[in-house]
């Protein structure tokens, strides 16, 4: 499995941001996707999980900002960001691993495939 993460940068607080990620080698079904965040200083945190028919899943307050999507004929996952805050700042990385019985995982230890991470950063 290969993940590419994309369409991160530098944006005002307030603004939005839609981060991709390219996967190849990857099957959807009984797996799942989802979005983390490593800031500085700072463990990686989850963000946001999909599972391969589509049902979402968000941590904290991200699910009011942040939307996941997946087109799978494309193999492409999306996270898209808005109302950026500056605590949003962080490396976003998409990872790629096995579903629960009860739906996706939201620890990063579940996830073994992940890509290089993609940098956001918003400032106030």
């Known amino acids: 499995v290969q993940l590419q993460e994309s369409g991160g940068g530098s944006v005002q607080a307030g603004g939005s941001l839609k981060l991709s990620c390219a996967a190849s080698g990857f099957a959807y079904s009984g797996h799942c996707m989802g979005w983390f965040r490593q800031a500085p200083g700072k463990e990686r945190e989850g963000v946001a999980f999909i599972e391969s028919d589509g049902t979402t899943s968000y941590l904290g307050s991200m699910k009011d900002r942040f939307t996941i999507s997946k087109d799978g004929a494309k193999n492409m996952l999306y996270l898209q960001m808005n109302s950026l805050k500056h605590e949003d700042t962080a490396m976003y990385y998409c990872?790629?691993?096995?579903?629960?019985?009860?739906?996706?995982?939201?620890?990063?230890?579940?996830?073994?495939?992940w890509g290089q991470g993609t940098q956001v950063t918003v400032s106030s």
């Open positions: 990872a790629a691993g096995p579903r629960s019985v009860f739906g996706c995982y939201t620890g990063q230890s579940h996830y073994n495939s």
